[in-house]
């Protein structure tokens, strides 16, 4: 445990072009009195950064020689984390500003690859701020955007001043249908109460628990086969370890590339604890998390945000793991 | 009776430790250069001091954040930090400011032939000794490490994808030439005779290229990435950090004599306590090597004959980042992240 509270958290600032990520930085940075913070940027001098402590990124992402296209970091992260886990004063967190067009992937995987970085830091949670207004026309253009989303733990949607109702429950519906488990914040200038963005530890296991079951998305449209959307499973069955291993690690092999998210609470036949993961495509975090709570009922649930999902026969898979 | 833990607090340090000088400063400590008979720290809060005959000086505020890091030019020394700025330094704490590049840090410096030269963001940046604007060169990706052969004729880039491989001509012009393999490389270092280049990369391995024909392999079996790595005698071992599996620390030996280290096992030196080696160090004109573990302890091991390993310093549990040793081998200076320092003789009295 000691351990954990010597990791300075990471928030990773993901959004369009003038969505108004520079905004919110700014908030962060004049509302945190008397923290240390270092931010990441890629943009610099854009629109002016009020902190101390801002460090120029490349953000140049290299694919790792593990056999796997889709395990891709940001070297630029790991040299300029490991260089600020150095300094004599401690920071109390890092943010990390991304381009428009960045896909959270490289930022998120970096997390998991690097040994030194999950040992001094850890990734607290990606926050995607959106346009209203422009949201919808980014999605159908750019799978950046669609990518941003999918990987956010919260979607601070901006400028919602400059739409209607009906325009916003639209935007909502469609970051919904992407991923079901973001937070959405409803803003106008980016204002929204940092402890809503900051120190989430959305990238936990202990996070994971606080999965709802109640997600069953069933009013699928007819969608583009490269949208992205989400599934999730629930079963009150035991699962069989070995059966769900070897499905699981198998998707994942195959077609890690097109599986954003993974979220998971698993039941095992015969094992007295609980199963937690979360995955980022191809790499995973996972752990027994102890007993099941006494008096509530035991059940696995599933949690897919990708591409193709319909594909994959994922239900099938699931339906297969299932302890006779 | 009362046992105090504290009565005989000698028992449990070495006689390098006995008769060496601690400083408890509680700032990270960076690098260690040695300077003649002085040694040369930088600090994880900007600062650099000088260590002598086993006293410090006063710190010399030279970056903002941190000397990220640090070389030498005769009797001055190179900085690069998070402030961007490239300093050299007199061991009376004089800065002069050779470049500075604003919110890029400073990743790499180095000196040859009176050329002052530093790496930022992709650019190689260099100063000749008559000129005031830097020569640069550019590269497509980040520089991960700089070296020089013993010639001073050759430079090495490291970055993503390889190395680029810097040749000046007999006109003095510089040709750059592409030794390529997939990934994110490092630490860079020619081998004493010239005749092999070497990086640490993100993956648990050490890259090699032998240059007469190119030939590139790789030195594996590490289980973390390695952080540490310097040649030790003329053309003898690559001693490099690292570990055996779980719970045995070891500084891993290459061979560089004869054919190179293909198809060859490395020497592993072996050290007690369930660790890693973080930082090794040459003991100059011996085969013998330095190795700082993760939990601040320091041995001296003979590479031939790994019976002859003496401990030095003892457990301070703060990763060792730094061990120099005086140009005249008499003394020996180890610094952790702590910021724990020991300034010790190497020989007993007698010798010395």
């Known amino acids: ?324 | 009776m009362i046992a105090d833990t504290n009565e005989f607090p000698e028992l449990d340090k070495t006689k390098f430790e006995q008769r060496g000088t601690e400083f408890k400063l509680g700032i990270p400590v960076i690098n260690a250069v040695s300077i003649g008979n002085s040694i040369a720290v930088g600090f994880g809060d900007g600062t650099v001091r000088i260590f002598t005959s086993g006293q410090c000086s006063e710190p010399i505020k030279a970056h903002k954040g941190i000397v990220l890091c640090m070389s030498k030019d005769g009797d001055h020394i190179l900085t690069g930090g998070d402030d961007g700025r490239f300093l050299k330094i007199s061991l009376d704490g004089e800065i002069n400011e050779i470049g500075n590049f604003g919110t890029r840090w400073v990743d790499n410096v180095t000196a040859n032939n009176g050329n002052l030269v530093c790496s930022s963001g992709k650019i190689v940046y260099l100063w000749s000794p008559n000129k005031k604007e830097p020569k640069l060169f550019e590269h497509n990706s980040t520089i991960g490490g700089i070296a020089f052969d013993a010639k001073g004729r050759r430079l090495a880039v490291s970055r993503y994808d390889g190395v680029t491989l810097w040749k000046k001509d007999y006109t003095n012009k510089w040709e750059s030439s592409n030794l390529i393999f997939k990934g994110s490389h490092n630490k860079v270092s020619f081998s004493p005779d010239g005749k092999y280049l070497v990086t640490t990369m993100q993956e648990n391995l050490i890259r090699c290229w032998r240059l007469k024909d190119n030939v590139d392999f790789a030195m594996s079996g590490y289980n973390t990435k390695v952080k540490s790595f310097a040649f030790v005698g003329e053309t003898s071992y690559l001693a490099t950090s690292g570990a055996l599996g779980m719970g045995i620390a070891a500084a891993i030996c290459w061979p560089f004599d004869g054919d190179g280290p293909m198809g060859r096992k490395p020497t592993c030196l072996q050290y007690s306590g369930n660790n890693q080696v973080t930082f090794v160090e040459p003991f100059p004109s011996e085969k013998a090597v330095f190795a700082g573990l993760s939990d601040g302890s320091v041995y001296l091991s003979e590479i031939e004959k790994s019976s002859n390993t003496i401990i030095i310093r003892s457990f301070t549990e703060s990763e060792v980042t730094s061990i120099a040793v005086t140009e005249d081998c008499s003394s020996i200076l180890i610094g952790d992240m702590g910021g724990n320092i020991l300034w010790t003789s190497i020989w007993d009295e007698k010798k010395s």
């Open chain 1, 1 to 324: 445990m000691e351990e954990a509270n010597k990791q300075v958290p990471v928030t990773v600032l993901t959004g369009f072009l003038g969505a108004g990520k520079t905004t919110l930085l700014n908030r962060i940075l004049t509302e945190q009195h008397g923290k240390k913070y270092a931010v990441i940027v890629n943009e610099f001098g854009e629109q002016g950064i009020d902190n101390d402590l801002v460090v120029d990124a490349d953000e140049e992402v290299f694919e790792m020689n593990n056999g796997c296209i889709c395990c891709t970091v940001r070297g630029d992260l790991i040299r300029i984390l490991s260089g600020l886990m150095k300094r004599a004063d401690k920071l109390d967190a890092i943010i990390v500003e991304t381009t428009g067009l960045a896909d959270p992937a490289p930022v998120a995987q970096t997390f998991f690859v690097d040994q030194d970085v999950a040992d001094r830091t850890k990734l607290d949670a990606i926050v995607t701020v959106a346009d209203a207004v422009h949201l919808s026309s980014q999605l159908t253009d750019h799978h950046e955007a669609e990518e941003q989303i999918a990987f956010a733990d919260v979607v601070l949607l901006n400028k919602i001043d400059l739409v209607d109702e009906s325009g916003l429950e639209v935007v909502k519906e469609r970051i919904k249908k992407i991923n079901p488990f973001a937070k959405i914040i409803n803003t106008t200038k980016c204002g929204v109460p940092l402890k809503e963005i900051l120190n989430l530890d959305a990238f936990s296991l202990k996070r994971v628990l606080d999965v709802e079951p109640d997600f069953l998305t069933s009013d699928h449209d007819h969608e583009h086969d490269d949208d992205v959307t989400s599934l999730s499973f629930v079963s009150n069955t035991p699962l069989n370890m070995e059966k769900f291993q070897e499905w699981f690690g198998n998707l994942l092999q195959t077609k890690g590339q097109d599986i954003l998210r993974t979220k998971g609470i698993l039941d095992f036949k015969d094992q007295s604890d609980r199963y937690v993961f979360q995955g980022v495509h191809m790499l995973m975090d996972a752990s027994p998390m102890g007993k099941w709570p006494e008096g509530k009922e035991r059940s696995s649930r599933l949690v897919f945000i990708g591409r193709n999902l319909e594909s994959m026969n994922l239900k099938e898979g699931f339906e297969n793991c299932k302890s006779a």
